[in-house]
């Protein structure tokens, strides 16, 4: 057999030289400071502390050119260099170390002019290895024999250094056994590095995109995966929701066998991972929680990839998950509750296998955006032009802007906590507002840091877990909403889903009654974001007074959320105690409308007045009482005239005085009703080709908030302005004067009679309400509630990382090493890592 084909075969090999190394004595483990102890013979107790004794005895033994535990370099925190050879790389002589945290090499002598002299001079941490291998390459410069390889990567410099492309350092020693003494020294101290998975299922869309994604997953993303030494389980999908059953119903045990799920395709597919991921902790299910999910960008708009990494480079994506990096990343949980049969509308009865029986309200999860409006007509409309491949969004883009129709809507959001650094800070691999935000909340009870099984089955369907509930009220750290299912026949259909009538949805059932659920809020403090644009005209003004982030363990009653309900509350109730319009402490506050608030604002503004109307009210919630009395002041204060406060005024419509009450009668939120071309819950940065900075570049990966976008009716010109705008720097609260960017926890968002208004010139009489559009997929009801889940799920991604030069292959600043183990500098990092 020619050599090289043997070698071919090493590259599956899981470190043959273990067994074979002689052993001899040594008084110190090399590779890890946190080694555990040496015996007498130089044997150590574990397996895994036995690879770095082996490691380090066999460098004594048999390397040639080697120099043993030479002392570390003054200042140097690397350790004790503990192998050292002279080599070749690319055809010159260079002297390579392996220190406790890297491998290294540079020339030994000057090298000639024409001949880059830096390009030869190389470091690479153990924790950007992914493997060594005896190598199997050969070339003209590259020797047959006697080399192995690196396997690593790089960044692509200043103009791209989130792209990451795999790297293949070949070295050449001197003997055969000289190669595989450093092959298995390097493969040894990766394998002590934790998070690696080392197991994995993956999920191709075949028509995600351009239908690349076979394509992809052959070319970019298994050869790194087979360098990494891992194992894959790929399955096609055939159908949609077919890797969301998988995932919510696959044997627990055989879920437990991998380490993460891979999504190859768009952000729909992603989507699919995570929900049936959740679905599973909802029920119980401790195996999910240790599972991380990766994406590999091969869809239309990738953003899920695009906002973890930066990039939207699928051998990137490959990269972080080889590593085995792991961050937590919020989502946004969407719940369709409102609209009496609306929810049916979407066809597919069930949404080929989303269906609740029992008419338990349905939920979504994203991980980017929710929107409703502007971009849930460009889904709509596009989705039935996906013959475009991902043209079509440009294609419908420009439809739906000629068409700019505007949307009555009533918004009851939770304003969110945050302060100026929050929002001058960029979400970064080292955040601080991320890790800040967790630290919060943990020193408040432990609530959201990493949700417990109890937790995740409070915000279940009631009657899914009982006992989720019973925990959720006994433990005052949960802070959830409880949204009360008021239609029970409602269900998600989904474009492309078949009359499943609901087969294969989540076995879940609605029986409790909404007061019988107790629920747990946080008071935050009066954002500062918005105190921030005070000539905006809408109240920053909420309960949330109460200063530093804190649990409320008191329980209250759920949201009455059917106009009938809120209607009937409004009616019992006794006046609440709103006093003060305008700047009034704590009460109602609205805006009037363009003609009669003109006066009172800056003159930009008053050229492009947003019509929306305000109402926020800050006494206590203490049930139905309040909650009716701030509806009906709502009420009558939307309704009135004049635009001041406390004057009295005429009634409204019945539907608008009962979405009021069912928004405004609880404790720190506000409500605000107008016409809308565009409202987003964005909860990530939610970058993409279409948006390289974000959609919100100030949005964060874990902070337990997401924003609201409330982009007011206005002209052609203005809304090119906005998408301008958003495509290039990105959304900020008043970048332009009808538009809104409120940090939030939970929206809920109601659809209101009146429809829909046309601004351009295509008439779409069919659409009276938009769609909601989560995460590139459409929903089909357009009463929901929306709350942030923070860390609802641990991803392979480490954030984006900041550029500070350098010319080696680390060029980017550190990383906080959540994933890697002992001496790569690692905190831990949660659970899951095997160590082979
Ligand atoms: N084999 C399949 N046939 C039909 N639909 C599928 C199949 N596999 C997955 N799907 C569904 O197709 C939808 C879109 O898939 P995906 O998000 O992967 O691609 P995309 O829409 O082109 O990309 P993006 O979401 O980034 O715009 C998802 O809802 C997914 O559930």
Redesign the pocket.
């Known amino acids: 057999m020619p050599r090289h084909k043997r070698q071919d075969s090493d590259l599956d090999m899981q470190a043959p030289w273990i067994n074979t190394v002689n052993l001899t004595s040594t008084d110190q483990p090399i590779f890890s400071p946190n080694a555990t102890t040496v015996s007498s013979s130089g044997l150590t107790r574990t397996g895994k502390a036995n690879e770095q004794q082996r490691i380090a005895v066999s460098r004594e033994s048999s390397m040639p050119a080697s120099s043993a535990s030479l002392p570390p370099a003054p200042g140097s925190d690397e350790g004790p260099t503990t192998l050292e050879a002279i080599m070749r790389f690319r055809g010159t002589r260079v002297k390579v170390k392996v220190t406790a945290t890297h491998v290294s090499w540079k020339p030994l002598n000057p090298v000639g002019c024409c001949v880059d002299r830096r390009s030869l001079i190389i470091r690479v941490p153990f924790d950007e290895i992914l493997s060594a291998a005896l190598s199997k390459s050969t070339g003209c410069c590259r020797p047959r024999e006697n080399s192995f390889a690196v396997y690593t990567f790089s960044r692509q410099g200043p103009s791209a250094p989130n792209t990451w492309r795999a790297e293949e350092y070949v070295l050449s020693g001197g003997s055969a056994e000289q190669v595989k003494e450093w092959v298995a020294a390097i493969n040894g101290r990766v394998q002590l590095i934790r998070d690696r998975p080392r197991s994995l299922l993956v999920f191709i869309?075949?028509?995600?995109?351009a239908r690349r994604?076979r394509h992809i997953w052959e070319r970019e993303v298994l050869p790194v995966f087979q360098r990494a030494r891992i194992q894959v389980h790929a399955v096609?999908?055939?159908?949609?929701?077919?890797?969301?059953e998988h995932v919510e119903y696959m044997k627990a045990e055989e879920l437990a066998a991998f380490q993460g799920v891979v999504?190859v395709?768009?952000?729909?597919?992603?989507?699919?991972v995570v929900s049936g991921l959740l679905a599973r902790r909802a029920r119980g299910d401790s195996a999910a929680w240790r599972i991380r999910v990766g994406h590999i960008?091969?869809?239309?708009?990738?953003?899920?990839a695009y906002t973890l990494h930066g990039s939207r480079s699928a051998t990137t994506a490959a990269l972080h998950i080889a590593l085995g990096d792991r961050m937590s990343l919020d989502a946004g949980r969407i719940e369709t509750h409102g609209s009496p049969g609306g929810a049916a509308a979407g066809g597919g009865g069930g949404g080929g296998g989303r269906g609740t029986p029992g008419g338990v309200s349905p939920q979504r999860h994203f991980v980017c955006m929710a929107s409703y409006g502007f971009m849930g007509d460009v889904m709509r409309v596009s989705e039935q032009l996906?013959c475009l491949g991902?043209g079509r969004?440009d294609v419908t883009g420009a439809l739906q802007y000629l068409r700019l129709a505007s949307y009555r809507v009533a918004v009851s959001y939770r304003e969110a906590h945050s302060t100026t650094s929050d929002v001058q800070q960029l979400c970064t691999a080292q955040c601080q507002v991320c890790r800040m935000a967790g630290i919060a909340i943990d020193n408040a009870g432990t609530a959201f840091a990493r949700p417990s099984v109890a937790a995740v089955a409070a915000v279940a369907p009631p009657s899914a877990n009982p006992a989720g509930i019973a925990s959720a009220t006994a433990s005052p750290a949960v802070p959830s909403i409880a949204i009360p299912n008021s239609n029970p026949g409602s269900t998600v259909a989904?474009p492309?889903g078949g009359a499943g009538g609901g087969g294969g949805g989540s076995p879940v059932g609605a029986s409790a009654t909404p007061s019988s659920i107790a629920t747990h809020r946080y008071h935050f403090p009066a954002s500062t974001t918005a105190a921030a644009g005070a000539s905006f005209p809408v109240s920053t003004a909420s309960s949330c007074s109460s200063g530093s982030a804190a649990v409320d363990s008191t329980p209250v009653t759920a949201l009455p959320a059917t106009p009938a309900s809120s209607a009937a509350a409004a009616g019992a109730a006794p006046a609440a105690a709103g006093t003060g319009i305008d700047g009034s402490p704590g009460c109602f506050f609205r805006t009037s409308s363009p003609s009669r608030q003109a006066s009172s604002l800056p003159q930009n503004q008053q050229q492009q007045q947003s019509p929306e109307k305000i109402a926020t009210q800050s006494q206590p919630a203490v049930g139905g009482a309040a909650n009716g009395a701030a509806a009906s002041r709502a009420s009558s204060m939307k309704a009135e005239p004049g635009g001041g406060g406390g004057r009295p005024a005429a009634p409204l419509p019945s539907g608008a005085a009962a979405a009021a009450s069912g928004g405004s009668g609880e404790e720190g939120w506000t409500r605000v009703e107008g016409e809308f071309v565009s409202i987003m819950c964005v909860i990530t940065p939610c970058r993409s080709d279409k948006s390289k900075r974000g959609v919100i570049p100030n949005g964060h990966l874990s902070d337990g908030r997401m924003y609201l976008v409330l982009v007011s009716r206005c002209s052609h010109l203005a809304f090119l302005r906005f998408l301008i705008r958003m495509a290039t720097r990105g959304l900020t609260d008043r970048c332009l004067p009808f538009v809104r960017v409120i940090p939030v926890t939970g929206v809920r968002v109601s659809p209101q009679p009146g429809g829909h208004t046309l601004g351009g010139c295509l008439f779409d009489a069919a659409a009276p309400e938009s769609n909601w559009n989560v995460?590139?997929?459409l929903l089909y009801d357009n009463h929901v509630a929306i709350n942030v889940v923070r860390g609802a799920v641990e991803v392979f991604a480490r954030g984006v990382e900041t550029h500070h030069g350098g010319g080696s292959s680390s060029s980017c600043v550190p990383i906080i090493r959540a994933n890697t183990g002992s001496s790569v500098g690692g905190n831990g990092g949660g659970s899951g890592g095997a160590v082979a």
Do not use: I, M, W
């Not at 869309?205 to 995109?209: I, Q, R, V």
């Not at 096609?236 to 969301?244: G, L, M, S, Y």
């Not at 960008?297 to 899920?304: K, M, N």
């Open positions: 869309n075949p028509y995600a995109g994604a096609d999908t055939t159908k949609q929701d077919h890797a969301r999504a395709g768009g952000d729909g597919l992603f989507q699919e960008p091969a869809g239309s708009t990738d953003a899920v996906r991902p969004y989904t492309r995460d590139g997929e």
